[in-house]
């Protein structure tokens, strides 16, 4: 493609790669992501400022790789020293980007998603309006796919109930005019199809043996086999239209399943909707196209 797609590219795929150690949030990412863009849209923003809330959203949780597996994958419920390991998140996410040529295009959304707007948030404890717009935004969409997905300690929420608690708590935990669109959405069924999915079309699957969720690449053909993130259980796959289902084969494969595999198809479709959404002049040096990209 060119330079810039090369360097959208990377992003997301370092984002997918931190987010393939967690056993436990499969196409979380893509999730926010695309609750962003819906709510972005719902907003009626320019198709920039689209595309950047979209990016935002699935680079948000980028400082997750600084966090030990330990944590990370715990099957309980954190204490309190493990929930200060995780607030450093935000920081190590904004620090890891720092001299990516289009970190400009993600920083608020990956530094600021979990600020509040009654400034009990962190990493900056910043306030109201003081919170970019991006990062509000990303703050309920990401609170919004960790109430309505699974954990080991607990089952997803329905949409309905999740979305209550978002007007409970507008104008303290989540931002007021965002909270709003939010409910719009969810009431009008426009949230539904990415619900419990990895990617379009594709529900979340389960294992049978231990709990976590699977999310299974378009690429894994009918008869092809995927793999429990944490038990390594293997998994004959078996597409019938929409359906899909997974049958355990009883084998075992610890090194394969926890090697992490970034899914580049959906890399790739999202980088081509972020890169036409971004200004691009025809005919411009390089470095000319990236300072339109980041200004």
């Known amino acids: 493609m060119n330079h810039a797609t090369d360097l959208l590219r990377s992003l997301y795929t370092m984002a997918m790669m931190v987010e393939a150690r967690d056993a436990y949030t499969g196409g979380h990412l893509w999730r926010v992501s695309q609750f962003s863009r819906c709510v972005a849209e719902a907003m009626a923003l320019d198709e920039v400022s689209v595309a950047r809330i979209e990016l935002g959203g699935f680079l948000h949780d980028l400082g997750k790789v600084g966090i030990p597996d330990a944590v990370l994958n715990k ?17 190590v996410g904004a620090d890891l980007l720092h001299g990516h040529p289009l970190a400009a295009l993600a920083l608020d959304a990956v530094l600021l998603h979990h600020e509040m707007p009654d400034g009990r948030g962190y990493p900056q404890g910043l306030r109201g309006a003081q919170i970019p717009l991006v ?19 607990r089952a997803g929420m329905p949409l309905a109930r999740a979305l209550a608690i978002i007007e409970d708590n507008m104008g303290s935990q989540f ?9 719009q959405l969810g009431q009008s069924g426009v949230l539904e199809h990415i619900v ?5 079309g594709i529900p979340l699957q389960a294992c049978g043996l231990c709990g ?28 019938r239209g929409v359906a899909l289902t997974l049958a355990a084969t009883g084998i075992t ?8 595999v970034p899914d580049t198809d959906l890399i790739d479709d999202m980088v081509r909707a972020a890169y036409r959404a971004l200004p691009q002049p025809p005919a411009v040096p390089k470095r000319g196209l990236l300072a339109r990209l980041l200004g």
């Open 212 to 239: 976590p969720i699977i999310a299974v690449p378009r690429r894994v053909a009918d008869g092809g086999e995927i793999y429990c993130p944490s038990c390594t259980m293997t998994y004959a796959v078996s597409r």
């Open 175 to 183: 931002d007021a005019e965002v909270g709003r669109v939010v409910l």
């Open 253 to 260: 494969a610890p090194v394969v399943a926890r090697q992490p």
């Open 135 to 153: 990062a509000r935004i990303v703050g309920v969409t990401d609170a919004l796919d960790a109430m309505t997905s699974s954990r080991p300690y």
């Open 75 to 91: 099957r309980d419920r954190l204490t309190d020293e493990e929930y200060e390991v995780i607030k450093t998140h935000p920081q």
């Open 196 to 200: 419990g999915h990895s990617e379009a």
